[in-house]
């Protein structure tokens, strides 16, 4: 087996780590939970702020501002507790892709403002959180392509479910 074979069988081992998936979902989880809660405390400067990038119509940016955090605190802590873990996995990637399309379009216009990311607790320019969306990104990707049930809840209500279902 050649030396790159190897390796890649090594990174797919580490890929597919339970621990590694565990700490992919709580890191993904937490962040996803304290940037929700924040802007939560602060919903209608949030829903103001997601207007100012001035990428989807006033009403939608409007719908978006408000209903963002609530979808990022439930994703959190779906994500934490290990249910549905595929298609949590699946709208924090799709949360991320908005996050980097927004600020990319914003530095991109030219405009140096800050992106409300953890409302007004962690007051950060968009462009410095740029880093931090990829990597969430990428730990979402691996969440997504490994589920990885360990210290899961989903494994323990399915078998719940089939008990209940036996009787």
């Known amino acids: 087996m050649s030396?790159?074979?190897?390796?890649?069988?090594?990174?797919?081992?580490?890929?597919?780590?339970?621990?590694?998936?565990?700490?992919?979902?709580v890191g993904l989880g937490g962040v996803f939970i304290f940037s929700g809660v924040a802007k939560l405390a602060a919903l209608e400067a949030f829903a103001d702020l997601?207007?100012?990038?001035?990428?989807?119509?006033?009403?939608?940016?409007?719908?978006?501002g408000y209903l963002l955090p609530g979808v990022e605190v439930a994703v959190?802590?779906?994500?934490?507790?290990?249910l549905f873990l595929r298609t949590n996995a699946f709208i924090s990637i799709l949360a991320t892709i908005s996050f980097l399309i927004a600020k990319s379009v914003s530095l991109y216009r030219g405009e140096h403002f800050t992106c409300g990311c953890f409302g007004e607790?962690?007051?950060?320019?968009?462009?410095?959180?740029?880093?931090?969306?990829?990597?969430?990104?990428g730990l979402a990707f691996q969440?997504?392509?490994?589920?990885?049930?360990?210290?899961?809840?989903?494994?323990?209500?399915?078998?719940?479910?089939?008990?209940?279902d036996e009787q």
Do not use: C, M
């Open 3 to 25: 030396r790159l074979a190897l390796n890649a069988a090594g990174a797919g081992q580490i890929l597919r780590h339970p621990y590694l998936t565990l700490a992919s979902r």
């Open 50 to 64: 997601v207007v100012e990038y001035h990428i989807l119509p006033h009403s939608l940016s409007r719908i978006y």
């Open 76 to 82: 959190g802590i779906f994500l934490v507790s290990g």
């Open 121 to 137: 607790t962690a007051v950060t320019l968009s462009s410095v959180t740029i880093a931090l969306d990829v990597l969430l990104l």
């Open 143 to 164: 969440i997504l392509f490994h589920k990885g049930e360990f210290l899961s809840l989903g494994p323990w209500f399915s078998q719940k479910a089939a008990e209940q």
